[in-house]
């Protein structure tokens, strides 16, 4: 969950505040309740960690230039110990030697911990980072003097859990190590230095020529080489360059106030480009190279969907899509459900696993617990070279550029747009639908960038409607089928980011409980797309309304609802099957917008994090 960087400097020494400090406000979404910053320079390592966001590092060191020739930094999301100036990264062994920066969990901590001590060895954080680093140290002052490489090889065999690390020793000037082991880590090769980091977004604006470490990997980088060691056997292993096609300007906020409302505003453009790539015309068939290899001769009789979060929001609409088109018998379960329960699964499944990031612990679980029952799997993921598309026997890419907020919004209408992608291409091979029919939803999905941007030029009717509901503390989001994860969805987005409790809820499911909760002025907001079930919305509407509740109703048929005493949006015609990339929208800016109202910090909400890489 945490960010972190490291940099070797190829010859003499420089101010490396703006690279140390830049790079942590790029992976900053990864966690920010402390950071930390250490250079080694002449005077030896300067080390300076602060609780807090990077801003309070950036007061407390004033001036600071940061000169050295190599370097690294941390942005956390407390695990162990609270977020505290002492528990805060880097740390360092006892004497000074070794200092490092940890993402991830030690599980054998303890244990390793009372052997350090029994060595004389004092602790002074709470964490699970500061042992490691004292298990360094100690095996490179008594067993491995003068190899720094050998120390840590040897101290990461001893380590359970998951982690990536970034190493500097003060005896060391050009030496950086970095470790891999089930947390994302890559190195950066630049022209003047090279870079460790969590996600490529950490040395974007320097490198985009990146070489991803795989579990039991080491890199040495030291002057201008890099080298890739197996952790294990202790032999160099030689590993291709990859070219990102990230650029440093989409992973910055572009004149927005913040990253979410950029993320927001970027959907139309990134939908068209992604529909561009793969569904250039209706008169075409869907174009998803690599798909028909994956599905040749795969009686496919289950797709089994796993996600976490808005990710598994966008399964829930992915059932609905992918056995509406295709016909083919779905299951959705939260990863972190299908990692422990073994739902009857085989080889005559495939595991779909959505996710942005494509590190979220609980969803690389689920793939490997169901493909370790035979289930074949696919990954619909953001993030290029991300665990999850190494350990997914195929990927499909969102293609929706780097999403920095911590509230997912662009990822998710792209996760739908391939999921629709593959729903049309499922049917087209199957023949599970009329093709003038198939050629009319090419169509109007095609068409659907623009009527998000129409949406968007009425962004000031839903900052109206937030004006409303500013003072609420609750809300109800209502949907029956394909609006019921969009509801879910729209809550979790209000929830998250402006702390108001919200519920997601199936409408027909009100009267059996949820119903006891209304009374004057409880709000809710109704999802009512023109389809079979619009009147059975319209009727649930009208028992909150028997009970004087308050109403806000999304709909692409305000007609239905001029009778009636409530706050309607009105958003473009569509088929129902897309109602929920266009409903999408105005859910994202009343959660970005209520937030707003409250002071909230929309990019860095409490307690969240961007990738969830622990269980
Ligand atoms: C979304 O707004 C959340 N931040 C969160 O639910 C997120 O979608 C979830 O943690 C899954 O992340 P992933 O897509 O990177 O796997």
Redesign the pocket.
Known sequence: MCGILGTVIHEGSEPLRSTLIGGLRAVEYRGYDSSGVAVLGSDGVMLSKRAGKISVLEDYLGEEPLVGSVGLGHTRWATHGEPNDVNSHPHQDNHETITLVHNGIIENYSELKLGLIAKGIHFHSETDTEVVANLIGYLYENEYPGNLIDAVRHACRQLKGSFSLVIMARDNPRMLIGVRQQMPLLVGHGKHASYLGSDVTAFLSMTRDVTYLEDGEMAVLDHDTVRFIDIATGKQIEKKRERVDWDIEQAQKGGFDTFMLKEIHEQPQVLRQMLERYLPSPAEPVYLPGLDEFFEDHDTRLISLV?????WHACKVGRYVLEGLAKIPCRVEYAHEAQYHFAPIDDSAVTIA???????AD?LGAVKAQKALGSRSIAICNVVGSSLTRIADFTLYTTAGPEIS???TK?FTCQLTMLYLMGLWLAERNGSLDPDELRRLKAELIAIPDKMAAILHSKKQIDRLARVYRQVNHMYFLGRGLSYPVAMEGA??LK?ISYVHAEGYAGGEMKHGAIALIEPGFPSCILAPQSPLLEKMVANMEEILARKGEVMVLTNNPDRFSQYDVHVFSFPDCPQLYSPLLMSLPLQLFAYYSAMLRGCDIDQPRN?A???VVE
Not at 354 to 360: D, L, P, R, V, Y
């Open positions: 996600g976490c979060g808005t990710a959505i996710s942005q990031s494509g590190e979220t969803t911590v509230a997912s990822a979790l987005k998250e969240l961007k990738s969830v």
